[in-house]
């Protein structure tokens, strides 16, 4: 525990040496690390989709690490992007605050042909959720608690999940998609990733999530001191991982920080995923 405890010392005292050349500061983006592509392959994705490319964004924790001046950086990886439609993970007030007209207006900066969707994260209660439902109402982002919605090209679709506070399962454990086809090609959106290993999310063909950011200090993708964000361990820290049946699961390394405000091989990101149908 002591050589645990002296290793996580060293590496946060050796990430804040580097904090002037982290990552991001060696961005073209300018305070976000990176623009990370995925390209994800289904029989069920409809002709009319094949190609559609969809932007994810999460756990801003507006303002912690990521700041007003790290928002023209987020803007300008939005718009390499070039995607159809944006998707917002949750958290997006951070524990010093945040004004959420200034982080919903730089969002939509950028055009998306289809719009932006959104889930809250376990950091909007209280006066967090009332501002954050505010700024969503005022800028047209259509959210997504526990229900629903489609994105139609012609006679074809594809249809969106958002998860209301993955947490309380009691509350919140059957999911939406239950009610669907297996041919139906479905996206959810929850928070955390545990929710696809918890629940039955039968259906369900990619979830995307946040919460973990990635660990924020990682060696390697496989060792990393917080534990707390997910209690499947690493399992779930960052990428493309699938749950228990093999379902997909995109973990976003998001683009604020909680707790800490530092990060160290874990760059901060927007995440792009590319539309592909495969014959089957």
Known sequence: MKRTKLLYLILVVFSFLLSSCATASFSKYHGVGRLKTYDFYSPDIPKAFDGYRLAFATDFHYESRFTKKRLPGMVKAL??????????????RGRNGGNMDELFHALREVEYPDGIFAIMGNHEFGENDRLVRE??????VKLLEHRLD????????????????PFDLKANGVSPTLKLKPEDFVIMLTHTPDYVEDVDVSNTDLALAGHTHGGQVSLFKHWTPAKHFSKYGNRFLTGMKHNKAGIPVLISNGLG??????????PSEVVVVVLHRQEK
Not at 135 to 140: F, L, N, R, S
Request: one cysteine or more.
């Open 79 to 92: 718009r390499k992007a070039d995607a159809d439609v944006l998707l917002l993970g949750g958290d997006y």
């Open 135 to 140: 700024a969503m109402k005022k800028y047209e």
């Open 150 to 165: 489609t994105i139609r090209k012609g006679n074809e679709q594809i249809i969106l999940c958002g998860i209301r506070n």
């Open 257 to 266: 920080t909680s707790r800490k405000d530092i990060r160290l091989f874990t």
